[in-house]
Nanobody, 117 residues
Framework: QVQLVESGGGLVQAGGSLRLSCAASGSIFPIEAMGWYRQAPGNQRELVATITRGGRPNYADSVKGRFTISRDNAKNTVYLQMNSLKPEDTGVYYC???????????WGKGTLVTVSS
């Protein structure tokens, strides 16, 4: 039904920046909330940031002031601009979208972000 393609992960030094993208396709219904989650080795998956269809963002305290989430509804794409990266930001970043028309949410396969000290 809905496919998600994430891109933009990679290796960066502490203090650097990366921009993640997640493009959704295949939905005949509007995509409501979109967001990013991450999972570090040995840890549970945690929320990084979400954004409503109307553009209202929500951030984890650990990334406030450093990360910015945005979306392009025409392209069904969500972005995560990550600045001032820290080693503790290292992990696999997953995109998630909510499609109430299907009564489901969908996850991407993840993109690895590694921040070296």
């Amino acid at each position: 039904q809905v496919q998600l393609v994430e891109s933009g992960g990679g290796l960066v030094q502490a203090g650097g920046s990366l921009r993640l993208s997640c493009a959704a396709s295949g939905s005949i219904f509007p995509i409501e909330a979109m967001g990013w989650y991450r999972q570090a080795p040995g840890n549970q998956r945690e929320l990084v940031a979400t954004i409503t269809r109307g553009g209202r963002p929500n951030y984890a305290d650990s990334v406030k002031g450093r990360f910015t989430i945005s979306r392009d509804n025409a392209k069904n794409t969500v972005y995560l601009q990550m600045n001032s990266l820290k080693p503790e930001d290292t992990g696999v970043y997953y995109c998630k979208v909510d499609v109430p028309g299907y009564g489901m949410n969908y996850w991407g396969k993840g993109t690895l972000v590694t921040v070296s000290s």
